[in-house]
């Protein structure tokens, strides 16, 4: 086998290993949501709540998710 | 509650590049108005001999709007977002302030050299990476003081989740560092033969077809990694925060982050098609060009949505008009960029003006009104003034809306009447049509265009009046505004 076809199956294989990656990305996601362990959404607030004297929505410890607009 | 009361974000480096982002706006679309009326007027090519020639001008424009207006566009919205998002000022460490205002001092000059020496011929040849190699070399040195800037804010961060828009500034300062430096690989000719020739000359280290598959992974991936990261950033954070809806579902922003990592990077071939690259590599290109809609489309469906039972914001603040219109214009042209890279589409599409209406529907309509949306947002935050004038800024917004319809819509017709002619044979085979006849036939297309760049700079003229006088002289602000922008 020379070496471009050795490029094309590698470049195969990389898009199936990539679309596994991505569905299982997706199933991560949404499982640890549902687990209670992760609350992404919080997360769309840090552009909300974005003072420099606001509290982090997420500082050293795990802080419970703010409320937007809180000051 | 932090303890330092006083501490306020400090907006000087992002002032900064505000400033040359409305330079080179008006500058780069003016030189981009001039190259459209000559395609339609020949004769303007001679108003400034050697240096007023389309073939000198288009690379001018290109490089102007790309490395001198978007580019500031993004360095001015990531020097302010990135501290409000990480919740830490620039004040806070004299040494990022002064990589941040190092680094603007060496844009500055970078800049300059590269309209000088593109005006003077000097030139690589290769698209979007004409810029000869001591310039090559000052560009990486700004691109590192960038990416000093990021880490160190990140560095110091007080809120310690990354906001995605951050994750998208980061992807554009690798992206393009690595793809930069790949295609950028040159042999300055002049000192590799001990003196000989003009000492700005230098060649690729690639050859042939290797050299075209590299600058077209680059040739794409710029407008991947500066043409649409960067701004889908910006998006991320001005729309919800003009808005005051948080992101619709922060989960899809993620997932549409690393599906555009992934699909992006294996499209560059599709301007290679029907060339020597390997065919599977082709192929490639067309099936991850399609395969591309969806995490686009991802993210600009996110924003729509984020505007989800407050819809009555698009009649009454024209800033989140720009915005909705700005993903708007960004899904039409991730629908239209994956038709054109179908291989039989293609056939039609390539080397006529079809791809030029393609790429300003997506840069006019997209990158270009999320760059002034995003300034006319920051203005009063850093002015500490409303903004000038809200009538102005519906009118603008209608004049260049209707210069980017006037722009795709001819090049449409133009493109596809082009592409139709060259191939047209008549019933022993024949060509039908000599080259003058498609410039006969596309004559009043262009003269259509040029409209719509004196159309597209008019507005962009009331955009810098507009932002000119909210620095100066607009009504002072008390407070600053928490998330509609106020105007007068
Ligand atoms: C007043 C607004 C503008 C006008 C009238 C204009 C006009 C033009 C013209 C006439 C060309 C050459 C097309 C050809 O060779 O056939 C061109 C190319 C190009 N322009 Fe603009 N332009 C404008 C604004 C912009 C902006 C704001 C950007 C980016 C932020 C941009 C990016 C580009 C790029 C990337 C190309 C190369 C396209 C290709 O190689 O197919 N333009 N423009």
């Known amino acids: 086998m020379d070496i471009r076809n050795l490029q094309g199956y590698a470049s195969f294989f990389m898009t199936i290993f990539l679309v596994i990656f991505l569905y299982g990305y997706i199933i991560h996601l949404y499982r640890s949501e549902k687990k209670g362990e992760k609350d992404y959404e919080k997360y769309g607030n840090i552009a909300l709540d974005d003072e420099i004297d606001s509290t982090p929505v997420e500082s050293g410890s795990e802080h419970q998710s703010e409320k937007r607009g809180a000051k | ?488």
């Open chain 2, 1 to 488: 509650m932090q303890s330092n009361a006083a501490l306020e974000y400090d907006y000087t480096v992002a002032k900064l590049f505000t400033y040359t982002a409305i330079l080179f706006g008006l500058i780069g679309m003016l030189i981009g108005t001039l190259i459209a009326s000559q395609m339609a007027f020949p004769e303007l090519n001679y108003l400034f001999g050697e240096y007023g020639t389309f073939s000198r001008l288009r690379p001018l424009h290109t490089n102007v709007v790309i490395f001198g207006f978007t580019v500031s566009g993004v360095f001015a919205t990531f020097y302010y977002l990135g501290q409000r998002v990480l919740k830490v000022s620039m004040a806070e460490s004299k040494f990022l302030m002064f990589i941040g205002k190092l680094q603007f001092v060496l844009y500055v000059i970078l800049a300059l050299g590269m309209v000088v020496s593109l005006l003077m011929g000097y030139s690589t040849s290769k698209e979007y990476a004409q810029m000869e190699w001591p310039l090559d070399l000052l560009t990486v040195v700004v691109w590192v003081l960038w990416g000093i800037s990021i880490f160190g804010l990140i560095g110091i961060r007080r809120e310690k989740s990354l906001y995605i828009s951050l994750w998208y500034y980061i992807a554009c300062f690798l992206g393009v560092a690595m793809l930069y430096l790949f295609n950028n690989m040159e042999v300055p000719t002049y000192l590799a033969s001990g003196g000989l020739g003009s000492i700005m000359h230098s060649v690729s280290m690639y050859s042939g077809t290797n050299d075209a598959l590299v600058q077209w992974w680059w040739g794409h991936n710029a407008v991947a990694f500066v043409f649409t990261v960067p701004i889908v950033a910006m998006i991320y954070y001005f729309l919800p925060k003009e808005s005051g809806q948080a992101i619709y579902s922060y989960k899809l922003s993620l997932l549409s982050f690393w599906g555009l990592m992934f699909v992006y990077l294996w499209a560059g071939s599709h301007h290679l098609l029907y060339s020597t690259v390997p065919d599977w590599m082709q192929t490639m290109g067309s099936v991850f060009s399609v395969v591309l809609i969806l995490p686009s489309w991802g993210s600009a469906i996110n924003m729509l949505l984020t505007m989800k039972g407050e819809w009555n914001q698009l009649t009454e603040n024209p800033l989140i008009k720009f915005m909705v219109l700005a993903s708007t214009f960004y899904m039409l042209s991730t629908l239209e960029g994956p038709i054109q890279a179908i291989k039989s589409v293609n056939a039609i599409a390539h080397f006529t003006d079809w791809i030029p209406g393609h790429v300003h529907d997506g840069v006019l309509g997209w990158v270009a009104f999320m760059i002034m949306s995003g300034l006319f947002h920051m203005a009063p935050r850093m002015y500490k003034r409303e903004i000038y004038s809200k009538k102005l800024m519906e009118a603008q917004f209608w004049i260049q809306t209707t210069a980017v319809v006037l722009y795709f819509t001819s090049m449409w017709i133009a493109g596809i009447t082009q592409g139709m002619m060259w191939r047209a044979v008549d019933e022993y085979g024949n060509l039908m049509y000599s080259f003058i006849d498609t410039v006969a036939v596309l004559h009043p297309y262009y003269a259509i265009r040029a409209l719509a760049g004196v159309l597209y700079v008019t507005g962009f003229v009331m955009f810098a009046y507009n932002m000119i006088k909210t620095m100066s002289s607009s009504r002072e602000l008390t407070e600053e505004p928490q998330f509609r922008s106020p105007m007068a």
